[in-house]
């Protein structure tokens, strides 16, 4: 069975604060007001809300360090790994440089695949997915899911419901002393936003649609697995806000402690960073003991079409 051997993450040192943040932004103050007042919690105190900047590395750096780390750490070689997928559609380019291919030879890969994916904030649980498949199948050996955010427009941070903050994660999956077993994945998309927007029809974003659509996902991968959510330890979502995670918990019907939400005003949204981010953090602080099963949840949206995508696991200390 293919499992995680290796996840790690890097983040920036230098953090700015939210205020500061929308004190970019064209109307700011008001901006701030409505994100405080509709995606936190009531008398939240803002000043611990801080989001991580880079300024020193640019996007090939930041993922070097993590690569530099693990072929120090691991016995794994760069002539062991048979994939590299890139799950970072915002961070691929820098000017005509293509991210991926310059990392490759960066690890210096000899026969490793490069591979793209494209599935918005859940690009890394896509390949995380694909990785599984081609392990399992004997197509694949060791696979490496490399990610990234990173925005030097401080305006494109904010996103309306979210603010984005910059890091980088890699993922190793393969088959043997994994340090997760990967049990089984669901993904679902919906694209009637695209589908109506081709015939000229018109619709509108619906915040509640979404979040039933995450729900039946989570519910769907606890069927094919016959499962309860009692038998979850913890769901590890994204970094995306307060109030979104809030009507999960009360749409599975659980408690918000069942949520891993430690990093939710801690660093911004890191896009595809946050699944490896918080699943490391969940190792890193016992949230995770050994037999522990937990699922990894998030959503991908663009414009108003969305993918959702549920990976259960169980945990090998």
Partial sequence: MAGIIYADYYTP??????????????DGEQKKKEFFKNYCPKNMDGSKFNIYIENEKDEIAMLNVLAERFFQQSPVSPQDISHLIYASPYNAHMGDIYVPYVLHKLCKFQNTSVMRIDQQCVSAMGALEIAAALVDSGKG??????????????????????????????????KDNGQARIIDYVSVSDGSYSYNAYHNKKEEADFLQDVRRGTDTVTKILRATG??????????????????????TRFLGIEQ???????????GHLRDVDTIKNYVDAVNDNTLQDGDQCMLFGSGTHGNDATYNAILLEYCR
């Fill in 13 to 26: 040192a230098e953090y700015m604060n939210v205020s500061r943040i929308f004190s970019f932004l064209h």
């Fill in 257 to 267: 402690e069942k949520m891993y939400l430690k990093n939710i005003f801690n660093g």
């Fill in 141 to 174: 050996t060791n696979i490496m899911i490399a990610c990234l955010s990173r925005e030097p427009d401080m305006e494109a941070r904010f996103l309306g419901n979210t603010i984005v903050g910059d890091g980088a994660g890699l993922m190793i999956v393969g």
């Fill in 227 to 248: 499962r309860e959510i009692q038998d979850i330890k913890v769901i590890i979502p994204q970094n995306v806000n307060y109030s979104v995670y809030y009507l999960y």
